[in-house]
Structures are given as structure tokens and as C-alpha cells.
């Protein structure tokens, strides 16, 4: 077999807008020596953020996980939060680290985010909030998540990491429960380098949000909050501006590579793709395959890649509930169809400028061992 490429492929390679446009963009920020803080380019990028993301509120941060951190500590939330293990770490430590209890709910099948129907079952007296996660960028069933939420009176936070810039029917993926994080950093469909948002419902949220990034000031003279730093500097709003300006490029660049990925990989025994939603404005974040009583498994899949200089990934195994940190804390086995598509799941490599000489490549790879 030819090898297509001399550079090891990663999982994924950051876009990068051409560097005379962002140094350009770097001069009125030497002008006026103002670099972080909530600058003039912070609240550029969050307004573009608003129109392009279909939201009504949203709010910057230094990265997605401090996003969540904060957005958790602005809803004052109390007991146990109902999420997925199937993500990064980011999602359940973000739980923890707010003094939160997370219970875990298994996922469905067909695009691993979380079970809906099984949400009911694990709720408590001490339950106050459900947090899934639009893994891949796969929409959970919000509709569903909507109704229990509302039966129970229980607040609903989306980790919507995978998700910047998808819509369902049309509406933004960040309309829907009461608040959303996004992630901006560099390995995102668009990144600030580093960077997140939180989209919310609740206008209330604004003030308090704004302060909990800033230490928990509210005023020259007073302090109210035990806040963070959570701030996004100007340098990371600067890349987020100049990067908005080839979303449609980057996302129909990832499109055409995984239409090839599943042109290629569908409908072979042993291998399955996420089902895709009809309803779904994707932004082709991530390329997930199962094996599934394939000629080889996940992991000599990988290896096999790996010889090929090819890095794929296993997002996202282990599942969190038995991460040596939350060791002993959980049952895993209330997690079945997590545990094994943890097992079974190999991301593959998606960027905007991957060759699709690699694609055929990797697919040349894994079609090879079909009888392995
Ligand atoms: N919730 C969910 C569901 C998430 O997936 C994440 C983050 C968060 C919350 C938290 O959001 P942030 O606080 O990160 O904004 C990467 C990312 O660092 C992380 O953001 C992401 N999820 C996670 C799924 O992937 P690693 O440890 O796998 O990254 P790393 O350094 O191995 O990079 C992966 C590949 O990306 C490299 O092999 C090459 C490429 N890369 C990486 C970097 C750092 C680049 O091309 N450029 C770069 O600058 O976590």
C-alpha cells in the first residue's frame, strides 16, 4: 500500500486563518494596550457569536470547561445532577468541583448521547438539574429531556462542547434547555485557541455570569461572589474573529470528508456509524466508528492505523465513571451500553484540510482487516 502523507495525521489539526490577517488584527490591540478584561474585541466576537449561533444570550470565557464551572455556580444549583459518562472529563468535573453529586445515566445506540428514557427512573428528592451531553455533535433528544425537566422542575444544562454552530429545525443548538457550553479550543470545528461560551434562557443570568468570570466583582469596592477567572483575552477573541470568517468554508470542507468516511464505511458488517438526524444542521466535529463483531477490534484497529503514522482516538474511553479519581464511587455496570461503546469507538481523523487521499487511506486500513 502507498502511503499518502510524510507528516504524522492526527485526529484532528487546528484551522488557521492566513497570519497577515490576524497580525492585522493584532494592531489596534498594540495601539491601545488593552489585552484582556472584557475588551473591544471580546464583545466584537460576542456579538458575531450571537447572530451566528442563533442565540439570545450568550457569554465568553477563557475555555469551555471554566465555562461550565461558573455557569454551574450561577444557577446556585444543589445535589445530585443527572449526566453521561460517555464524554471528556470536563463534563463530570465540572459536576464535582461545584460541590455537585453526578449519577450517572446510561446512553442510547444509535448516537451514544444520553438515554432520555432512562432519566426518569434516576431522579431523586436531591436531583436539580440534568446535564447531557450533544456528544460529537450528535442533539440529544431535547424534546424528551424538555418534558421530564418540566414534569420534575428540574433545570437543564447541555454540554454542547461538540455542538458550535448546529441547529435543529432550524433553531440554535444553544435555545434549548436553560443554558449551554460551548468549547473554542484550538482541536473545535471553529476555536479562540482556547475559549468557550455559555448560551442561556434566563436574562438574570447576565450579570451574574459576567461577575463570576471576574472574581465575583461587583463593583469597584465590593466583592460578592467566590468567583474565577474566567475571562477571554483579547489575543483569543482576535483568533476567534478572524476564524468566524471561514466557518461556511471549514464546515463544508468537513462535510464532503465524512460524506466520503460513510460512503466508504457504511453498511459494512461489523462497523457502525452514528444515525443521522434529518432535523440536524451538522458541523461535522467528529468522525466515530464502532466495532461491533468486526474482522478486527477498536484497538487493533488503532493499532493498525498507528503503524500507518496515523493517530486516531478513542474518545471517549475510559467512560468517566471509572476514572481512577471516581474510583469505587460508581457502579459502572449501571452503564452497560456506555462501558462498551467506550470499548468500541475509534474517532477518526476530521479537519478541514485533511487530504481525502488520507480518508481513502485510513478506510483502505480499516477495510483491510475486514476478514482479519
Ligand atoms: N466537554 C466536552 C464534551 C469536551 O469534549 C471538552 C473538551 C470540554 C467539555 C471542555 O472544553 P475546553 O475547556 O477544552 O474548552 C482535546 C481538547 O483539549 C479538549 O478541548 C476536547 N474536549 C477533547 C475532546 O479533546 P486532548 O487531551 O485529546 O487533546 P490533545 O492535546 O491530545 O489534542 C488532540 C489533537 O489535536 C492532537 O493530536 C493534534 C491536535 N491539536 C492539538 C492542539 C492542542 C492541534 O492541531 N493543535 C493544538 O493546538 O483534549
Not at 15 to 20: A, D, G, S, T, V
Request: net charge negative.
Amino acid at each position: 500500500m502507498i502511503k499518502t502523507h510524510d507528516a504524522p495525521i492526527m485526529v484532528t489539526r487546528s484551522f488557521l486563518p492566513p497570519l497577515e490577517e490576524y497580525v492585522e488584527m493584532l494592531r489596534p490591540i498594540w495601539n491601545s494596550a488593552w489585552l484582556t478584561n472584557m475588551g473591544d474585541y471580546h464583545e466584537e466576537l460576542k456579538q458575531q457569536l450571537k447572530t451566528y449561533m442563533k442565540a439570545e444570550n450568550l457569554e465568553l470565557f477563557v475555555n469551555g470547561h471554566m465555562a461550565l464551572e461558573l455557569l454551574l455556580q450561577a444557577m446556585e444549583l444543589e445535589g445530585e445532577v443527572i449526566t453521561t459518562p460517555f464524554t471528556f472529563a470536563s463534563t463530570t468535573h465540572a459536576i464535582v468541583r461545584n460541590g455537585l453529586t453526578p449519577v450517572f445515566c446510561d446512553i442510547n445506540d444509535k448516537d451514544y448521547t444520553i438515554d432520555a428514557e432512562q432519566i426518569e427512573s434516576l431522579i431523586t428528592e436531591r436531583t436539580c438539574a440534568i446535564l447531557p451531553v450533544h456528544v460529537y455533535g450528535n442533539l440529544c433528544d431535547v424534546d424528551r429531556i424538555d418534558d421530564i425537566a418540566k414534569k420534575h422542575n428540574l433545570k437543564v444544562i447541555y454540554d454542547a462542547a461538540h455542538a458550535f454552530g448546529e441547529t435543529l429545525d432550524g433553531v440554535g443548538a444553544g435555545s434549548f434547555g436553560d443554558a449551554s457550553m460551548f468549547s473554542f479550543h484550538a482541536t473545535k470545528v471553529f476555536h479562540s485557541i482556547e475559549g468557550g461560551a455559555v448560551t442561556y434562557r434566563d436574562p438574570a443570568l447576565t450579570d451574574r455570569l459576567y461577575q463570576l468570570k471576574n472574581f465575583g466583582i461587583t463593583g469597584y469596592e465590593s466583592v460578592e461572589y467566590v468567583g474565577a477567572n474566567g475571562k477571554m483575552n483579547e489575543f483569543q477573541a482576535a483568533m476567534g474573529l478572524c476564524n468566524l470568517r471561514y466557518m461556511e468554508q471549514v464546515i463544508e470542507k468537513r462535510k464532503k470528508l465524512t460524506e466520503r468516511y460513510r460512503e466508504r464505511l457504511s453498511g459494512v458488517p461489523g462497523i457502525r456509524l452514528c444515525e443521522e438526524n434529518l432535523r440536524v444542521g451538522y458541523n461535522y466535529a467528529y468522525m466515530p466508528v464502532v466495532f461491533d463483531g468486526y474482522g478486527a477490534d477498536r484497538d487493533q484497529i488503532f493499532d493498525a492505523l498507528k503503524e500507518r503514522n496515523i493517530f486516531a482516538r478513542k474518545y471517549f474511553y475510559p467512560c468517566v465513571n471509572s476514572y481512577q479519581c471516581y474510583r469505587d464511587q460508581f457502579d459502572i455496570n449501571a452503564t452497560p451500553v456506555a462501558e462498551r461503546i467506550a470499548s468500541q469507538v475509534l474517532t477518526l481523523p476530521l479537519y478541514a484540510d485533511l487530504e481525502m487521499s488520507v480518508v481513502d487511506e485510513v478506510c483502505d486500513v480499516i477495510l483491510d482487516r475486514r476478514n482479519a
